[in-house]
RNA sequence: GGCUCGUUGGUCAAGCGGUUAAGACACCGGCCUCUCACGCCGGUAACACCAGUUCGAUUCUGGUACGAGUCACCA
């Protein structure tokens, strides 16, 4: 066991962002694969976005994708006190200060951008004042000190040296007005008394990580080993990127699993997002082989774009790999729901196996079954096996009686009997089976052959559509 | 706008001074075939730009351009 801790720190928002996600399984990993400790932490101090049930969320992904979180999850709502008690520490120490200006001096701060700022208005206020306005109930917020001079530097591991002017760094709110502690000071907090070794988290965070460092500093305590991770983009039709987001399609981790994709091909995918692991090409991984072939030096700096079509290929071919009871467990309810009871459901999903990519694409490639859709006779033209509505019209006129005859209604005894007729009239078995299937499945791309379709459809059906592709055709 | 980070084919991405610059998705051909899909075989396509260091730069340094992030009583 090693002293690796990570954390996962999400605020309940009611939906699991797949960037989050995958901040979540890049800090899993940063200590499993070391076989360190990783916990999860609550982090719900905003009081006017929490959303009903959100935690259940986050608490069912992560049981999902196979992210185990260590102990009890911490919860920040309920640790006010001990952040206040920090708080006033580093008031006592210098390092904070109360600040009593209201929200409108503030806004009148901000310049055309709407890009605030603080003038340290509060700053040197004298002990007198400040004990007449605490004293008068006048609402306050704790803000950090922050040094006027110098620089502020640290060593992120993906990142490297981070260095950034004191001057840029503004006196960051750490309490707030309804006592409730920032993100900014609960986390520093929260990460040094957890005892969380390694800080993980998106690059969004790279900039302002010299503000917790000084905190780190202020308070004498060590500063974690920070490991920034690159930002998840979208594309839109334009081709511009952008941090991912809702007009880029679905991106909470829940919205493709109601689509139908396999929270372990989201987790493949999106592990290879960012990271790749070294000396091999392996792409496709358990959570187990992710643990023990992750390292951070294959993290990488620069943006990833979040590609839907390669999503949809490691679907697909997780799919492709499900066992036939698995595969039918999922595939067979949706099925069911919309076809009639003479459909062969069972043999439409192994049609189906090899040809969708989520299970939500089901719905949309069975048109052609609960319904007899509206076609044209030049569907029956086929260049490659020289078909014409007219020499189709022949064929299933010929085939009606031999099919009407056939008892065992399979693929294989089809095919046979189809066979034999083409052979005996000296036509092309592809030509035969155009036209039946055209007759049968009433469009030109079909999910299997003649045969096949026949099968699912089961032999009245089948006979019935050739019927009425019979009198279609006078 | 200030600051910070980034830049290898359309996308993910290997490479860590000397390579015909991997591999995957997508795309395009071919084979297989009862159409499609699966499978198999093959193909198109990239080091942003300019200087410098060096015998030699995709790899190191600087600048430019472009992109992104950040500058909240949100996390």
Not at 104 to 117: F, H, K, T, V
Not at 368 to 385: A, G
Request: negative net charge; charged residues 25%; contains cysteine.
């Amino acid at each position: 066991m090693s002293n690796v801790v990570t954390r996962f720190a999400p605020s309940p928002t009611g939906f699991m962002h797949i960037g989050n996600l995958r901040t979540a399984l890049y800090s899993y990993l940063v200590s499993k694969s070391q076989g360190g400790k990783f916990i999860l932490r609550i982090e719900d101090t905003d009081q006017v976005r929490l959303v009903e049930g959100a935690t259940d969320v986050i608490l069912d992904t992560l049981k999902m994708t196979g992210i185990e979180y260590d102990g009890e999850p911490y919860v920040q709502s309920e640790r006010l006190s001990i952040y206040k008690e920090y708080a006033e520490k580093l008031i006592a120490g210098g390092n904070a200060y109360y600040c009593f200006c209201t929200q409108q001096r503030l806004d009148s701060l901000r310049d055309e951008n709407g890009i605030g700022g603080y003038d340290g208005h509060c700053r040197n206020l004298s002990k007198d004042e400040i004990e007449k306005n605490l004293a008068e109930g006048v609402p306050y917020v704790i803000r950090q000190k922050m040094p006027d001079e110098g620089k502020t530097s640290y060593t992120d591991v993906v990142y490297g040296e981070v260095e950034i002017d004191n001057s840029e760094l503004r006196d960051q709110i750490l309490i707030k007005a309804d006592g409730f502690p920032t993100y900014n000071f609960c986390h520093v907090v929260d990460d040094y008394l957890m005892g969380v070794t390694h800080v993980v988290r998106g690059n969004e965070y790279l900039t302002s990580t010299p503000k917790y460092c000084l905190l780190y500093d202020a308070f004498g305590w060590e500063r974690p080993t920070y490991v920034h991770l690159p930002l998840l983009m979208g594309k839109d039709e334009n081709g511009n990127v952008s941090k991912l987001s809702k007009r880029h399609g679905a991106v909470s981790f829940q919205d493709l699993v109601n689509d139908g994709y396999l929270p372990e091909a989201i987790v493949n995918y999106i592990a290879l997002l960012g990271w790749c692991p070294k000396d091999s090409n392996q792409e496709f991984f358990t959570m187990d082989e992710l643990k023990s072939a992750f390292s951070i030096d294959g993290l990488s700096k620069s943006p990833a774009v979040f590609d839907y079509e390669k999503l949809k290929w490691f679907n697909a071919e997780y799919i492709k790999k499900m066992p036939d009871d698995k595969y039918e467990e999922k595939a067979l309810p949706i099925l069911d729901e919309f076809c009639e009871n003479y459909i062969n459901t069972k043999k439409l999903a192994s049609l189906l196996h090899t040809r969708i990519s989520y299970f939500g694409e089901i719905r949309k490639s069975i048109d052609f079954v609960t319904s007899r859709l509206e076609m044209d006779s030049s569907f029956y033209t086929n260049k490659k096996n020289k078909t014409t509505p007219e020499n189709c019209k022949e064929v299933l006129v010929d085939c009606l009686p031999i099919l009407e005859a056939v008892e065992n209604w399979d693929n294989d005894t089809l095919f046979a009997v189809l066979k034999e007729y083409s052979a005996s009239k000296e036509k092309k078995a592809g030509a035969v089976m155009w036209a039946v299937r055209i007759a049968v499945g009433r469009q030109i791309i079909t999910p299997g052959g003649a045969t096949e379709l026949m099968e699912v459809f089961g032999k009245a059906e089948s006979i019935a559509r050739i019927k009425q592709a019979v009198e279609e055709l006078e």
